[in-house]
Nanobody, 123 residues
Framework: VQLQACGGGLVQAGGSLRLSCAAS????????MGWFRQAPGKEREFVAT????????TYADSAKGRFTIFRDNAKNTVWLQMNSLKPEDTAVYYC?????????????????WGQGTELTVSS
């Protein structure tokens, strides 16, 4: 599966942004999907994941209450709605796909990665 993430940009603190990730190739509904992010000089970290059906979601503590992951299998797309953005949310955001049905929050658990989209949150 090929993943194309987009939607990043420059946002003021407190603002909102929605990232999208379009998938092509093998059946999108076969994959659990995740969002990760990597800030300059830091390791890539988990943000959120959603099950194949969309019925189950898991968030990093930093994202709980502010971010929402959702998907539409008919559109082969997963989104990350981000509200109440903070400067510490500044990072390159990556979407990823996993074949495993287990909820995974680490990068090795994901089989395919998009190219990343950059978010900058100004204070």
């Amino acid at each position: 599966v090929q993943l194309q993430a987009c939607g990043g940009g420059l946002v003021q603190a407190g603002g909102s942004l929605r990232l999208s990730c379009a998938a092509s190739g093998r059946a999108f509904s076969s994959y659990g999907m995740g969002w990760f992010r990597q800030a300059p000089g830091k390791e890539r970290e988990f943000v959120a994941t959603i099950s194949r059906s969309g019925g189950s979601t898991t968030y990093a503590d930093s994202a709980k209450g502010r971010f929402t992951i959702f998907r539409d299998n008919a559109k082969n797309t997963v989104w990350l709605q981000m509200n109440s953005l903070k400067p510490e949310d500044t990072a390159v955001y990556y979407c990823a796909a996993r074949l495993s049905t287990t909820v995974l929050t680490t990068t090795p658990g994901y089989n395919y990665w998009g190219q990343g989209t950059e978010l900058t949150v100004s204070s």
